[in-house]
């Protein structure tokens, strides 16, 4: 199948950055859209962004449009979350997912393989 190893999660302070990345490892040929998604403690997931594999057409969430930004390397299979001007409320595990539908989508039901989540906390 298709294994999701997310890293890069940490801790930094509001107005700062982190970048997360996740690598696709298995039968990364039927996956179509990468997406991430974000649960903090007492909420429901949300979703961040996605991106497709093949062109790169790519979707946020509206609370993080224009401060994170999502990015492939088709040759290491790798799907990144660069996070700028990162807030408190961003505070959350961030968990990568592969849908095997090129089209992208929002709706984590779509997605048919998740990774573990690495957790990121923005400090005040």
């Known amino acids: 199948q298709v294994q999701l190893v997310e890293s890069g999660g940490g801790l930094v302070q509001a107005g700062g950055s982190l970048r997360v990345s996740c690598v696709v490892s298995?039968?990364?040929?039927?996956?179509?859209?990468m997406g991430w998604f974000r649960q903090a403690p007492g909420k429901e997931r949300e979703f961040v962004a996605f991106?497709?594999?093949?062109?790169?057409?790519?979707s946020y969430a509206d609370s993080v449009k224009g401060r994170f930004t999502i990015s492939r390397d088709i040759a290491k299979s790798t799907v990144s979350l660069q996070m700028n001007s990162l807030k408190p409320e961003d505070t959350a595990i961030y968990s990568c997912?592969?849908?095997?539908?090129?089209?992208?989508?929002?709706?984590?039901?779509?997605?048919?393989?998740w990774g573990q989540g690495t957790q990121v906390t923005v400090s005040s």
């Open positions: 991106i497709t594999w093949n062109a790169g057409r790519t």
């Open positions: 298995g039968r990364t040929q039927i996956t179509g859209t």
């Open positions: 997912a592969a849908d095997r539908s090129r089209w992208g989508s929002s709706d984590p039901v779509e997605y048919d393989y």
